[in-house]
């Protein structure tokens, strides 16, 4: 009689024992009540208890019942402060308070460049600064975001307000305020209903092309302020930089000496080892310029002044639009609501990934949207996530959304104090603090890599940068994600379908374009498609397989792996019906399935497609493995022995690969088995079994295949579609190799 109890031995490794234990624990709830119990299992006090090796069945299966779904949706409505406040220690006051008082010295002189930005006064930046850090502590779940004026917000709200047309600058500044107060109920809904997954349609070459050009835009917008020019705006960038190459001929020279001073002394110092990042490079440079402003009086030798700055704390003042406004703004809401969550939610996800946290996406949508909305009330603009105030709130200590608080409360004292001092702040500074900034946001890394790597969504990225420059920020941004999802649906509808081949002296089945040694059995065609079969790629599909059996006069068989399957649709149902059906009814060749998860094998025989199978062929035609399938239809069909799969592909294919060494030359082996075993499920059982199968001599692989007994026939040489034997290349080190996909 078999024994239950288990002893790890000094030799044995914890995986066997985990995987030993899983199966005594099986054979134990198995045992009928007649057994006598079995001894109990032995625990070492150096391994966890075996419960745990199941805890994750556990909580997947929590993932489908109502009182999980209820509780995850109720915690998404209830603010992190909740969470974090009783918890915070008096040890956390001096890094909140050291990392607040350093992003208010950044964010001070950040956000009159970024309200210039925008295209509203200087003072406007200030409000954003006090009121959205605040607001954003309330509800936001990530510890070290820093939220307030951005560049890329700025220019968004530029572009969508000047879309339609103000007359006046009340009404410019009432339109952009109301843009904020849009795109915050916009991120409020989303985060109601838990709809922020539509965020992951913008892919991540999608953005970074948007961004590096809205970076582009954003440094040509203040090139007439850095040269003391005016030149007409344009929703389009070449109309835009053609008018300022027009006026480049009045050019200020006090104003160009003093943007060139200010890039100078900030540019280089983000690249000064000894300069750290918190040094208030930016606030020095204001300082000096608007110094410089009053003592030289440089209004009377033309330079432009950002003039008087009321003092004190905005009023509350709902912003009022008429349906006209409304309906204009929809879009470029929609698009900095869309933007701002996906910066804010990757950045959120880097920090809390540093300090071992956790953030809650739902809330994250939801404390943007308040930050936005409740700004709008006192005459903020559109605010987002700041990538470098961010790092330096992480840097200097911040343990908790504190620091926000008290970067609010620093700039409220600006406002209430200080805002004399920037009445001769000339606005080239403003202009060159902007460049300074947004320059480094051109990714021409990410492009290069892409080049090399993905050419595809280099394309992409390509897309996005062209279309934003040529039809504006707003349009480009939505023709982007646009042109992004028609490619996911053509990529979609066009699957990658691979023939399949056995690897000497295993189990193992992997693609005959990488493994070219790989063994296959003339008369059988085992494939796999790499995706789910639905309504929009079942028919290229249907057709790929009913050429494959066209062009081999002499297949009986096709097996379908469906390891890579993961749902099955009613249209794809339906017309694999009608492919079984023509198969057997013009070629007498069976479509097999092999490896298919459970629930798809529940799908077919719900929808009668097993038992139709089997009733056409009147045997078995849905397998657990890919090797049992190639197993019981070799001995059905009396196939020949196992050939390389490279003697049987096309001469193109043929030539595209390595010509056989000599026969004087040494023959190299072939790839070892743990070449393999990186992403391979074994499938011969037991643990121990499959080792000794795998090391014994008589399965090595560099054993080769029996000869074929006398009398057999010959292995016919037959031509694959090219659509499945054709190379695929990439690109790793600026060199072109074949892929190993599995």
Not at 720 to 727: D, F, G, K, N, V
Request: glycine share 6%; with cysteine.
């Amino acid at each position: 009689m078999r024994s239950h109890s288990v002893t790890p031995g000094p030799s044995r490794d914890y995986d066997d024992y985990i995987a030993m234990r899983a199966e005594v624990e099986f054979t134990l709830r198995s045992a009928t009540p007649q057994r006598p119990s079995p001894a109990p299992v032995a625990r070492p006090a150096a391994l966890p208890p075996l419960r745990d090796s199941v805890s994750a069945i556990e909580v997947l299966a929590r993932q489908h019942t109502l009182r999980h779904k209820l509780h995850r949706l109720l915690r998404g409505f209830v603010p992190p402060m909740v969470y974090w406040l009783p918890k915070y220690r008096l040890s956390y006051i001096k890094g909140d308070l050291v990392a607040g008082i350093t992003v208010a010295v950044m964010l001070i002189p950040q956000s009159m460049a970024y309200g210039y930005l925008a295209g509203v006064p200087a003072i406007y930046g200030l409000y954003s600064a006090f009121i959205t850090p605040i607001l954003y502590a309330l509800f936001g779940s990530s510890m070290q975001l820093s939220v307030g004026p951005v560049a890329v917000t700025s220019i968004l709200a530029a572009s969508g307000v000047e879309g339609l047309s103000p007359a006046t600058e009340d009404d410019y500044i009432r339109l952009c305020i109301a843009l904020a107060m849009l795109s915050g109920l916009i991120l409020i809904i989303l985060g109601v209903f838990n709809i922020g997954f539509i965020v992951n349609f913008m892919a991540a070459p999608v953005l970074s092309g948007f961004i590096s050009a809205s970076a582009i835009i954003i440094i040509v917008s203040q090139l007439p302020a850095a040269f003391g020019i005016k030149a007409p705006k344009s929703d389009y960038f070449f109309v835009t930089l053609f008018q300022i190459a027009k006026s480049l001929g009045k050019s200020n020279l006090w104003t160009m000496i003093m943007s060139a001073s200010a890039l100078l002394v900030m540019i280089p110092a983000k690249y000064a080892r000894r300069v750290p990042r918190w040094f208030p490079v930016q606030l020095l440079v204001l300082g000096l310029g608007a110094l410089f402003g009053w003592s030289l009086a440089l209004g009377r030798y033309g330079v432009s002044l950002v003039g008087p700055v009321p003092s004190g704390l905005p009023h509350p003042r709902l912003p009022r639009l008429s349906s006209a406004e409304f309906i204009g703004l929809l879009t470029p809401s929609l698009v900095l609501a869309l933007l701002d969550y996906v910066g804010a939610i990757a950045l959120a996800k880097k920090f809390a990934a540093l300090g071992k946290q956790q953030v809650n996406a739902n809330a994250e949508l939801l404390a943007l949207g308040f930050a936005n909305f409740g700004g709008s009330f006192l005459q903020a603009h559109p605010v987002g996530a700041s990538l470098s105030r961010s790092a330096v709130n992480n840097d200097m200590g911040a343990q908790t959304p504190v620091a926000n608080v008290i970067t609010g409360l620093m700039v409220m004292v600006v406002l209430l104090s200080l805002t004399f001092v920037f009445q001769y702040l000339p606005k080239c500074i403003l202009a060159a603090t902007v460049i300074s900034t947004v320059y480094t946001l051109v990714d021409y890394r990410e492009a290069r890599r892409l080049l090399r790597a993905h050419k595809q969504d280099f394309f992409l990225l390509v897309v996005s940068l062209f279309a934003t420059l040529g039809v504006g920020i707003s349009l480009g941004i939505l023709a982007a994600v646009t042109f992004s999802v028609v490619m996911l649906l053509y990529r979609s509808s066009n699957p990658n379908i691979v023939v399949l081949g056995k690897l000497p002296g295993t189990q193992i089945y992997r693609n005959v374009r990488s493994f070219t040694h790989a063994l296959v059995v003339p008369g059988l065609t085992i494939i796999r498609v790499d995706a789910d079969l639905y309504f929009g790629n079942i028919c290229s599909i249907k057709d790929i397989i009913w050429e494959i059996a066209q062009s081999d006069p002499e297949l009986k068989a096709i097996v379908l792996d469906g390891n890579g399957i993961n749902y099955i649709d009613s249209t794809a149902v339906s017309q694999l019906s009608d492919l079984i059906d023509d198969l057997h009814a013009q070629k007498k060749i069976p479509l097999c399935f092999a490896g298919c998860h459970g629930y798809i094998l529940k799908g077919l025989k719900q929808a009668g497609l097993r038992d139709k199978m089997e009733k056409i062929v009147g045997r078995q035609c849905v397998f657990s493995s890919v090797h049992e399938a190639a197993v019981t239809l070799r001995a059905r069909y009396d196939l020949v022995d196992e050939v390389p799969a490279l003697s049987l592909m096309t001469t193109a294919v043929s030539e595209a690969v390595p010509p056989p060494a000599a026969a004087d030359e040494a023959v190299p082996p072939p790839p070892e088995f743990e070449d393999y075993v990186d992403d391979v499920v074994i499938e011969t059982g037991p643990l121990e079994a499959a080792r000794a199968e795998v090391n014994s001599p008589s399965t090595s692989p560099a054993a080769s295949p029996p000869p074929s007994p006398a009398g057999s026939r010959s292995p016919t040489r037959r031509v694959l579609p090219a659509i499945e034997l054709e190379p695929l290349l990439v690109t790793v080190g600026g060199e072109s190799c074949p892929t190993t996909d599995a």
